[in-house]
């Protein structure tokens, strides 16, 4: 996977992100690690780790993930998180689909057949369920798990989609625009463990509202 990188958002995550990059070091791939340059604690917990920092310049989940991942170089891109959560085992399958040369990006899901998450409440699961749903009915999207963001695709596709939501709203951007666009899209299994530190930075009523603005605005932007 020498041609897969890694971006990895990581506001705030100093517990768990040294752990997360010590297990990623029997991969094969490049990892790029969006920061906040005032996050003093997370930059000096991975001060000896070989990998590349990205100093924000804005604010947002959504944002991270853009200026990682235009940064990138390689062929293929994976959004991948600091927390811990992600197993890096199910990457070479997801990255054995995008090598395909229909498939253009691969979602993870945890909603799948014996798929599972250690993470999911019950406000979360729900949430996800509708809006999984509504991207079904209003863009005949079929992901299982429009919320998750374990992703694989290519480098070149991302740029071409002009992804613009800067905040959690980023997560059925992607999906939206690529299946607009007419690009493959794929789903992948994913078993989501729990987190190692630190606490969740989605809160399920203020950025479940952002989610259902951002779909009804994709929706009636037809050509864009």
């Given amino acids: 996977m020498e041609d897969l990188t890694l971006v990895i958002p990581a506001k705030n995550e100093k517990e768990s992100l040294p752990t997360v990059l010590e297990e990623l070091k029997k991969f094969n791939l490049k990892i790029i690690v969006v920061l906040e340059k005032s996050d003093a604690e997370t930059i000096s917990s991975i001060k000896d780790f070989n990998c590349k920092i990205i100093y924000q310049k804005n604010k947002g989940y959504g944002d991270a993930l853009i200026e990682g991942i235009n940064s990138v170089t390689t062929k293929y891109f994976s959004i991948f998180n600091a927390d811990g959560s992600f197993n890096p085992i199910e990457l070479q399958q997801m990255y054995n689909l995008v090598l395909e040369d229909k ?25 996800n369920f509708f809006f999984t749903n509504l991207g079904k009915v209003l863009f005949g999207l079929r992901i299982t798990d429009i919320l998750y963001t374990y992703v694989v695709g290519s480098t070149d596709i991302f740029k071409k989609l002009n992804i613009k939501n800067k905040d959690f709203t980023f997560c059925v951007e992607l999906p939206i625009k690529a299946h607009k666009k007419n690009y493959l ?11 190692i530190g630190g606490k969740k930075k989605v809160n399920a009523f203020k950025d479940g509202l952002l989610i259902l603005i951002s779909m009804l605005k994709l929706f009636f932007k037809r050509n864009n």
């Fill in 103 to 127: 498939i253009k990006i691969v979602f993870a899901s945890r909603y799948e057949d014996n798929c599972s998450s250690e993470d999911d409440t019950f406000i979360t699961y729900f949430g």
């Fill in 185 to 195: 899209i794929a789903t992948s299994k994913s078993n989501e463990r729990a987190r």
